[in-house]
């Protein structure tokens, strides 16, 4: 395996893994674990996707990233409303 790879492979591993721990009940869709563990998981492998040129997953990967940045911003915005 080469560098490209080894991103790619990292990213899929952190998207799984949000996906695992929020099917058994560790994290929730709303907790900041899940939401950066898709974020920097989509981000690294649309990375990947673009080292390789494969639009397909620059696509869907770049989407996955934008919809987890969405995400993150409604929480902290949710969270900075708490403070308040």
Do not use: H, T
């Amino acid at each position: 395996m080469n560098e490209v790879d080894w991103i790619g492979f990292a990213g899929v591993f952190q998207i799984l893994l949000a996906y695992v721990l929020n099917v058994i009940g560790k994290v929730g869709k709303n907790d900041l674990a899940f939401i950066l563990l898709n974020l920097i998981g989509a981000g690294m492998a649309c990375y990947a996707s673009v080292l390789m040129n494969y639009m397909p997953f620059i696509v869907l990967e770049g989407i996955w990233a934008g919809v987890s940045l969405i995400s993150l911003i409604k929480y902290f915005q949710r969270n900075l409303i708490r403070v308040n």
